[in-house]
């Protein structure tokens, strides 16, 4: 698996535009200046910070009509021809997510569409599509929101036809499509505490409930989960698995920190890169937090600076929890 192929899978893509406005408020008429407009989507991020860290990947998922192009010109852009970009047209415009930064009083304001509508034709070919695609050897990431007439049982059937397809599963999404994954094995999940509450049925309010929650819905803890990975902010993350309870964190001056829009996106690449490359789960959580943190300092989301990436690495610190 060392040198396996990723295939990331989005179901539902986004243009993000992030605005920075000092002083926002609701109901106000704020001047402010872009400062990002560019192609996202949690999958299409995952594989951009993959392309950074030198790992090839496959990009799949629905893409609107008119958006397309964007996508194709902006992964052959920044993806340094490590990312193959096969995502599947539908008849409807793409999502736009817009993010207000306000430095002054140091808050993040999130505006997020709900996207386009599938229909069932669009589904069969999506489940063709990852059929297809997935293979022993093979890692296939399910990643960011299911767009209208998405259904959670049909995410549910896709995993379970990539598993028994013998490529390994990761799953990196939120609300009632993870809800359908309870009973579903997969070899990784990534959620932050409240996403793991709703998995584990279990509180998240504490260090300790969330390794005890991570551990029940784990294969060690009896449950279907191979690794579970827990994103805890600035608390950085934990992670467990067989024989494994690691937890790291990034020690960062605050006043660094831009914006953390996708830095769970680049948790999850710098992981994934890091075992790819190494095999070892503590200097893959090192990558991965390196990774998330580099993100933060830059106000795009999913694009991450190698030399940023290099110096949180040295930082990073992992033990056993």
């Known amino acids: 698996m060392r040198d396996a192929r990723v295939i990331t899978v989005t179901p539902n893509p986004a243009v993000d535009w992030v605005f920075e406005a000092p002083y926002f408020a609701v109901g106000e008429h704020i001047a402010a200046e872009r400062v990002a407009h560019h192609p996202a989507g949690k999958g299409v991020n995952v594989a951009r910070v993959l392309a950074s860290m030198g790992v090839r990947s496959i990009a799949t998922g629905f893409i609107g009509r008119g958006e397309l192009r964007m996508f194709e010109e902006h992964i052959e852009r920044h993806c340094e021809g490590r990312v193959i970009c096969q995502l599947l047209v539908v008849r409807a415009k793409t999502r736009d997510n817009i993010t207000i930064v306000d430095p002054v009083n140091e808050t993040e304001t999130h505006i997020r569409d709900q996207g386009f509508e599938v229909q069932s034709s669009d589904m069969a070919r999506l489940e063709s599509k990852v059929s297809l695609l997935a293979r022993p050897g093979v890692l296939?990431?399910?990643?960011?929101?299911?767009?209208?007439?998405?259904?959670?049982?049909?995410?549910?059937r896709m995993v379970s036809r990539s598993r028994q397809a013998g490529a390994n599963v990761v799953l990196d999404t939120s609300g009632k499509a993870l809800e359908a994954m309870r009973s579903e094995k997969v070899w990784m999940v990534k959620v932050n505490a409240k996403e793991l509450s709703t998995l584990a049925e279990a509180p998240t309010e504490t260090p300790e409930q969330v390794l005890e929650a991570a551990r029940t819905i784990s294969v060690d803890g009896g449950g279907n989960v191979d690794y579970v990975v827990v994103t805890l902010g600035m608390d950085g993350a934990i992670m467990v698995g067989p024989g494994l309870a690691i937890q790291g964190r990034v020690m960062v001056h605050p006043g660094r920190i831009v914006s953390t829009v996708g830095s769970g996106d680049s948790l999850?690449?710098?992981?994934?890169?890091?075992?790819?490359?190494?095999?070892?789960?503590?200097?893959?959580?090192?990558d991965g937090l390196a990774a998330a943190t580099a993100n933060a300092t830059t106000r795009a989301a999913g694009f991450v600076d190698l030399d940023g990436v290099e110096e949180f690495r040295q930082v990073a610190m992992i033990e056993p929890v």
């Open 268 to 286: 999850l690449s710098g992981l994934l890169a890091g075992w790819i490359r190494s095999g070892d789960w503590t200097e893959a959580l090192r």
């Open 140 to 156: 296939v990431a399910f990643c960011g929101s299911l767009p209208p007439g998405f259904s959670p049982m049909a995410l549910r």
